[in-house]
């Protein structure tokens, strides 16, 4: 069955990946392997049992980002391991966080809270006409203040933005700035390196451009950013004792791990990973760009709708719009009922780019590297019969 065809009601053409990919099969039977083997004899001999297989995750994970499988810990999604390592640091007030326009709603939601309760002060980073860092602008920042983090969201939401992150990865390496990379667009769906990026830690979640399963995620952590961690919630796993009856953070990334965890869900990321991996980076970056690049040149065709591109970079393979006539809830509703399942993507998703553009919502298309054109076509046909006629 093809990713983009779900059984239903009627036959549904699936154009969310960039929320939650379907599963595949593969991903799908580990886990059930895992869950039998726990009906049998419990977890914990389960997991004993899968300890090869659970030790691999780390492995594939790995490779995914060019990082070594020490410096990777897992988590239960993209939020989740951000807001580990940020509550990990030791902030002081006065301490400066640079953000970009386009930084995930969440994430700020999480250092407004810092800002409120520790005093830290939050600076969006200028950015050029298309929402991408200034990075002139940049360098000043970095050049006249002290920065205790940059957080970069790579790839957004909400446009099919891609930021300069190497770029900024070496500005950062340069002035000596912490520098965060929330992935989560990003991993499965373009190449990365974290050695090229020279960031100091790097997040992303299972269930989007990987396939994994929901409630899955982790984070690369370079070793030297790692050691000044210091979870404030970290259980015996991350803080285990010695026999001479005091607690020691764990070394490098997994000192971010939690005890309890799910080794169903982490041998599904596992075994997605490996699907993943065999389809290739290279080919599934090309595939996608080919079926965003289908759907912007024939929605462009249509009156009403304004398509989102960009003139001076590369784009994502997340396509999105909005309409002079509809909302975009409404746009989505109406799709739904015609079997086309996209999504909307709110102000509250990136807010300091929506506010910028001037949007409420943005209606977002996002297909798999194996999408097929008749998915496609349906989408834009869905699209012609909500009064955007072609204009040709």
Aim: charged share 20%; aromatic share 6%.
């Amino acid at each position: 069955m093809n990713a983009d065809r779900v059984p239903g009601p009627a036959v549904l053409h699936y154009l969310n990946h960039a929320a939650c990919a379907p599963l595949p099969q593969a991903a799908l039977d580990a886990m059930q392997r895992f869950m039998e083997s726990e009906r049998q004899w419990g977890g914990y001999v389960a997991a004993r049992h899968a300890q090869q297989a659970i030790d691999a995750v780390y492995e594939r994970l790995a490779g995914v980002v060019g990082a070594a499988a020490e410096d990777i810990a897992l988590t239960q999604g993209n939020t989740d391991g951000w807001g580990r390592i940020v509550g990990a640091m030791r902030w002081q007030a006065g301490d400066r966080v640079l953000v970009a326009r386009n930084e995930w709603g969440g994430n700020l939601g999480i250092l407004r809270h810092l800002a409120s309760r520790g005093g830290i002060e939050l600076q969006e980073i200028p950015s050029d006409a298309e929402g991408a860092v200034d990075l002139g602008a940049l360098e000043v920042l970095l050049r006249q203040q002290r920065v205790r983090l940059v957080a970069l969201n790579w790839v957004s939401t909400n446009s099919p933005l891609v930021q300069p992150a190497e770029a900024i990865g070496a500005l950062c390496a340069r002035f000596g700035a912490p520098y965060l990379i929330d992935a989560a667009q990003a991993v499965g769906q373009i190449p990365v390196d974290v050695g090229r990026l020279r960031c100091s830690a790097l997040t992303a979640p299972g269930r989007k451009w990987l396939r994994g399963p929901r409630g899955t995620g982790f984070v690369y952590v370079h070793p030297g950013f790692a050691a000044q961690l210091k979870p404030p919630m970290a259980d015996h796993r991350a803080r285990p004792w010695s026999e001479a009856g005091e607690p020691a953070y764990r070394a490098g990334a997994r000192r971010l791990e939690a005890a309890e965890a799910s080794m169903a869900l982490r041998l599904g990321l596992g075994a997605a990973v490996a699907q993943w991996q065999a389809s290739g980076i290279e080919t599934i970056e090309r595939e996608l760009c080919d079926r965003a690049r289908f759907l912007r040149e024939r929605l462009s065709g249509l009156s009403g709708l304004r398509v989102h591109t960009l003139s001076s970079r590369p784009m994502s393979g997340i396509v999105t719009l909005h309409s002079d006539r509809h909302p975009a809830a409404y746009l989505h509703e109406q799709l739904q009922r015609a079997g086309v399942e996209t999504a909307v993507s709110p102000f509250e998703f990136t807010p300091l780019e929506m506010r910028a553009r001037g949007l409420p919502s943005v209606l977002r298309i996002s297909g798999g590297h194996d999408t097929t054109r008749e998915s496609l076509q349906a989408c834009v046909d869905g699209l012609e019969q909500l009064g955007h006629p072609a204009t040709g």
